[in-house]
């Protein structure tokens, strides 16, 4: 941590409450910034659940639980980061918001700090180019739920310099977290692999290889998966893996990106998954059921 004392979180919604935890849990003052007070509110009493059930499970000290908040800052100011060491984005999944984002903090923030995106499809050198920062731009890709999950992909482009990289690669490290290096191609290691096995569930439901509880069930005892594909589409939000794969088939011009219609016709009714009630399952009841989707 000799190098890195202040980190800067955008954005404070699932994801980045997560990562401004993991920070402030690892001894660094953490300072987030989302668009509105409601929104600081929100990402606050989320990561204060998330911290009081690592105490009531015995996993964290109360101290250490009331010291991490302590290390919590949030503000509604872009230019309160301009003194953070490493800034970490985890806003939408839209190159023009996060881009307008480090325009403006590149001209606020110290030549020595790095900037970092949470992106998961979206190439980081898309973004380091809107900075004249280019060898301190690195993807720092986490995965839900944050704090639980020990994966971090540190993502080099090709202008990234070797300094920046080690330094993204031990801050990872000293968060807790596995980090493993990955090429800058939109979907990294993980999701270049996982998009196409999830969209390929949705198609074989689609021609009727199996039904969306047999499929689950086959994939969990058959290969050894915590979950199945549908369970784990509901887990991560049918709209942002809607997201990602129309970002990746822009990408790469693969059919194995292409969204199936299927996805496509439940995310424009609102069917985003487990956080909208409703996605392959039914969360209305418990435990859940199986939707009609007509298929």
């Not at 380091?128 to 060898?135: E, L, M, S």
């Not at 990234?160 to 090429?183: N, Q």
Request: proline share 6%; hydrophobic share 45%; aromatic share 8%.
């Amino acid at each position: 941590m000799s190098d890195i004392n202040t980190v800067g979180v955008l954005g404070c919604g699932l994801m980045g409450s997560g990562i401004a935890q993991v920070a402030a849990a690892a001894g660094y003052q953490t300072l987030v910034r989302e668009v509105s007070d409601a929104l600081n509110t929100a990402g606050r009493e989320r990561i204060a659940q998330s911290l009081n059930k690592l105490v009531e499970k015995g996993k964290l000290p109360a101290a250490e639980r009331d010291a991490t908040l302590g290390r919590l800052t949030f503000t509604t100011r872009l230019a309160d980061l301009k003194g953070c060491d490493f800034v970490i984005e985890a806003v939408t999944e839209d190159l023009e918001v996060k881009n307008a984002l480090w325009r403006e903090l590149d001209g606020l923030c110290g030549p020595t700090a790095i900037f970092a995106s949470n992106t998961s499809s979206l190439t980081i050198a898309a973004m380091a180019a809107a900075t004249k920062r280019p060898d301190r731009f690195v993807g720092l890709h986490f995965f839900n739920p944050v704090p639980l999950m020990k994966l971090v992909e540190v993502v080099r482009t090709v202008t990234t310099s070797p300094a920046a990289f080690d330094r993204a690669m031990r801050f990872a490290a000293s968060l807790g977290k596995e980090p493993i290096a990955a090429k800058d191609n939109s979907g990294f290691i993980i999701n270049l692999l996982l998009v196409p096995y999830l969209l390929d569930a949705i198609r074989a439901l689609e021609h009727g290889v199996g039904s969306i509880p047999d499929i689950d069930k086959g994939m969990v005892l058959g290969t050894g998966h915590p979950m199945g594909p549908f369970t784990l589409l509901d887990f991560v939000g049918l709209d942002t893996t809607y997201r990602i794969a129309e970002i990746m088939f822009t990408e790469y011009r693969e059919a194995r990106y292409a969204p199936p219609p299927l996805l496509k016709r439940m995310v424009l009714t609102g069917m985003y998954g487990k956080k909208s009630g409703k996605g392959f399952y039914d969360y209305s009841t418990t435990p859940p059921t199986v939707s009609p989707l007509g298929v």
